[in-house]
């Protein structure tokens, strides 16, 4: 009788200890139970800046370039170049036999040209109009491709074909085709300048003069039309982004630039982020040659403009190589988590364990501004202060778990001990 007993008791209490065990740690277990949580910190906020390194190089603000389409007006080049010019000084000296077709050509560019500004301010108009409108897209376009005749009866063909195409989207954001407008009403206006100063010169003694300040870059004499290019005394840093970078970089953003040279960082911001794969020139080939990337896509490389806050002095000249460090995320008196504690992260949102006025381990959304160093900046979702943990296990509970930790320990400074005197421990002890 004692044996059989003795069997079903413990059958009984096996049961039972199985029943408890199931209805403790099942999925479906509505018992409160308390975890234990090793992992933990409190949230405290500090400033938090990601940058992005760059090569830079020292390139003129802007480049003028003169064109004379009668290679025989030119009779003695004055200037070399890397020559310092100003407004009015002279280039070049030209035949007076061959001035008067040189200066046909010039009117004749200056007739092509304003006409081609009147077109351009026209769609300008149009699209200002229309972006309030937010009606269809708008188009317009403008190509001029001239002749000029001389008075020999010659026909020369003027170096002006330039075309305007300002592609609106549907949704009606004009600005982008406004700015693009603009942008050609400035360069048009700026080759009229050019015209309008070789047409104001003295007749009696022909020359091709400059029009702006600057230095002489580059004389092509050896092309036709022959032209000659001067860089302007402002200066600025350029630099190039591959595809990836071009999403972080924006207009406005803060840069700082070391210069071997110079003792103080140079602060300044992006002027300009191109639209357009960059075009060879020298300034390409020697970023390629000083940050050789190896990319895919060849052409998905695209210049950025920086423009300092004081101006770059003659000490620093054309050419001239700089560490930039472009500043694409900062963010003040913010929170920052490890990475791996956020989870079901996606499209700059994810959930955080924290612990609530009950000492439960509750899941809280969290908007997230960036990532840096292993860390997630946080915009909004943990307070400073908060007690933020993290436990694999959970993230299997459906409900938030009371949880405890660890006591906090301070471990002892052992130089700060060195530096005490013997009698603040004993002053210590006694005290307690």
Request: glycine share 4%.
């Amino acid at each position: 009788m004692n044996k059989y007993f003795t069997i079903g008791l413990s059958v009984a209490i096996t049961a039972f200890l199985a029943i408890n065990a199931i209805l403790l740690f099942s999925d479906k277990s509505t018992v409160q139970k308390k975890l234990y949580i090793d992992d933990y910190e409190r949230a405290y906020t500090s400033s938090y800046t990601e940058r992005l390194p760059k090569e830079a190089i020292t390139a003129p603000l802007a480049a003028t370039e003169i064109f004379i389409q009668d290679s025989d007006a030119v009779e003695q080049w004055i200037i070399n170049e890397g020559d310092y010019v100003e407004p009015g000084t002279e280039l070049a000296l030209l035949n007076e036999a061959e001035s008067e077709e040189q200066r046909a050509i010039w009117e004749a560019e200056e007739d092509a040209l304003n006409d081609e500004l009147r077109e351009v301010r026209t769609v300008l108009r149009e699209l200002e109009s229309a972006q309030s409108r937010q009606s269809r897209p708008t188009t317009g376009s403008s190509s001029n491709s001239d002749t000029a005749t001389t008075p020999n009866g010659d026909t020369v063909e003027l170096d002006v074909n330039v075309q305007l195409e300002v592609e609106v989207p549907q949704d009606g954001s004009y600005a982008a085709g406004a700015a693009e407008a603009e942008q050609r009403i400035a360069a048009l206006e700026t080759q009229l300048a050019v015209i309008e100063a070789q047409l104001e010169q003295n007749t009696a003694k022909p020359a091709l003069i400059s029009p702006i300040e600057g230095v002489v870059g580059k004389i092509d004499a050896g092309s036709s039309p022959m032209s000659i290019e001067i860089y302007s005394s402002e200066k600025l840093f350029t630099t190039y982004v591959i595809e990836k970078e071009w999403l972080e970089v924006n207009v406005d953003d803060r840069v700082f630039l070391h210069v071997d040279g110079i003792a103080q960082a140079m602060p300044g911001q992006i002027l300009r982020k191109s639209q357009l794969p960059a075009d060879d020139s020298k300034w390409l080939e020697a970023y390629r040659a000083l940050d050789p990337v190896d990319q895919n896509n060849p052409i998905a490389i695209y210049e950025v403009l920086i423009m300092t806050d004081e101006p770059i002095t003659d000490a620093v000249p054309y050419g001239k190589t700089a560490n930039a460090s472009i500043i694409i995320n900062e963010a003040a008196d913010a929170v920052a988590l490890k990475d791996n504690w956020i989870f079901d992260r996606f499209n700059g949102t994810g959930n955080v364990f924290v612990l609530n006025e009950d000492g439960r381990a509750e899941a809280a959304p969290v908007t997230i501004a960036f990532d840096l160093d292993g860390k997630a900046v946080l915009s909004e979702g943990v307070a400073p202060g908060t007690t933020v943990v993290d436990n694999k296990i959970l993230r299997s509970f459906s409900s938030a778990p009371q949880a405890f930790l660890p006591f906090p320990s301070i471990q002892p400074d052992i130089e700060h001990a060195k530096e005490t005197y013997w009698r603040k421990y004993v002053e210590y002890l006694l005290a307690r």
